[in-house]
């Protein structure tokens, strides 16, 4: 069945330094990728999405590429703040075309952003 | 209301009671999903929905778990006899489709059974 594998936490980095949260992903067919993210305290919500090979989503500085020769969805931003502390969760949506509707979720990647 | 709501927020079940989380989805999505999320794992699909008709609940532990939606709105998951391996942050979401393009989810009830 389909699976995501994210890197493991936490990442402890100081503000402005360079993100990379690593996600690669098995799966049938032509998923879409997402990437959530969890607050403390909060519920997930959905950063960015891409939907077929090459897309880059992008949201709040944040991007992701769909890398299909890769199997990859890597999570990037260029300078991170102290609010950007949160768990980030690589997801996908069944493209095997058999019309499965449910998410498959990573584990999630804490990420601390030191002042 | 502007987000999926959930409630109670908090439940704490003593060992072999039934216990019934509600889900107030997005007003007019047409999809809604459960997912159970143990401490430090990402969420775990439960069961889905379309409308009031539960299209797939291939993700339900055991007969212990039953999930409605009999108007196609509000959704409740009930869980029978409760073991302390329930315990975990039950998620609900919704999506103006078949979810696919992204699921909107709720702040969770987080179960505790004791």
């Known amino acids: 069945g389909d699976s995501v594998t994210q890197m493991e936490g936490p990442v402890t980095l100081s503000e402005e330094a360079f993100l990379t949260i690593n996600c690669t992903y098995t799966a049938t067919g032509y998923p879409s990728l997402f990437w959530y993210v969890q607050y403390p305290g909060e519920g997930l919500q959905l950063l960015l999405k891409a939907t077929k090979a090459d897309d880059k989503g992008s949201n709040k500085g944040f991007e992701a590429t769909y890398r299909k020769e890769t199997t990859s969805f890597h999570l990037e931003k260029g300078s991170v703040q102290v609010s950007d502390s949160a768990v980030y969760f690589c997801?996908?949506?069944?493209?095997?075309?058999?019309?499965?509707?449910?998410?498959?979720f990573g584990s999630g990647t804490r990420l601390q952003v030191q002042p | 209301g502007a987000g999926v709501s959930q409630s109670p927020r908090y439940k704490v079940a003593k060992r072999g009671q039934d216990v019934a989380l509600r889900c107030d989805p997005i007003?007019?999505?047409?999809?809604l999903f459960w997912y159970q999320q143990a401490l430090g794992q990402g969420p775990e699909f439960l069961t889905y929905?379309?409308?009031?008709?539960?299209?797939?609940k291939s993700g339900l532990p055991s007969d212990r778990f039953f999930a409605e939606r009999p108007e196609g709105s509000v959704s409740t998951l009930k869980i029978q006899r409760t073991q302390q391996e329930d315990s975990a942050v039950y998620l609900c979401?919704?999506?103006?489709?078949?979810?696919?393009?992204?699921?909107?989810f709720g702040p969770g009830t987080r179960l505790t059974v004791l």
């Open positions: 007003s007019g999505h047409v999809s």
């Open positions: 979401a919704s999506s103006p489709r078949g979810g696919q393009g992204g699921q909107f």
């Open positions: 929905f379309q409308n009031e008709a539960q299209l797939d």
């Open positions: 997801a996908l949506s069944d493209g095997s075309g058999t019309g499965r509707r449910a998410l498959t």
